[in-house]
């Protein structure tokens, strides 16, 4: 059983940053892709991006490409996801996801990650 506990959200304005962290508990941290969704009221969740166990490959939604950015730290059992020149759509409840069934290539696939965090808030206002 892995524990993922998200934190850092929070309210900032248009064009500012945030830096979102998920700090995993369990040893078999570094074995796993690691994803972030995102969900706003009335709508279905949505990949924001994803980074393999090593960190060497990562995949982002192409509403975020180049905005923000996935890095983790396996010494310390944690995902980051760097937010810069956020919008007012990227305001959502944002959620860390583990995949213990992927390694290698990250996935898009809500099915496809075991565990998953109790969400954060991030809201732009704009």
């Known amino acids: 059983q892995v524990q993922l506990v998200e934190s850092g959200g929070g309210l900032v304005q248009a064009g500012g940053s945030l830096r979102l962290s998920c700090a995993a508990a369990?040893?078999?941290?570094?074995?796993?892709?690691m994803g972030w969704f995102r969900q706003t009221p009335g709508k279905e969740r949505e990949f924001v991006t994803a980074i393999t166990y090593s960190g060497e490959r990562t995949d982002y939604a192409d509403s975020v490409k180049g905005r923000f950015t996935i890095s983790r730290d396996n010494a310390k059992n944690s995902v980051y996801l760097q937010m810069n020149s956020l919008k007012s759509e990227d305001t959502a409840v944002y959620y860390c996801?583990?995949?213990?069934?992927?390694?290698?290539?990250?996935?898009?696939?809500?099915?496809?990650?075991?565990?998953w965090g109790q969400g954060t808030q991030v809201t732009v206002s704009s």
């Open positions: 996801a583990a995949s213990a069934t992927r390694w290698a290539t990250p996935t898009r696939r809500e099915n496809e990650y075991d565990y």
């Open positions: 369990g040893r078999a941290f570094r074995t796993y892709v």
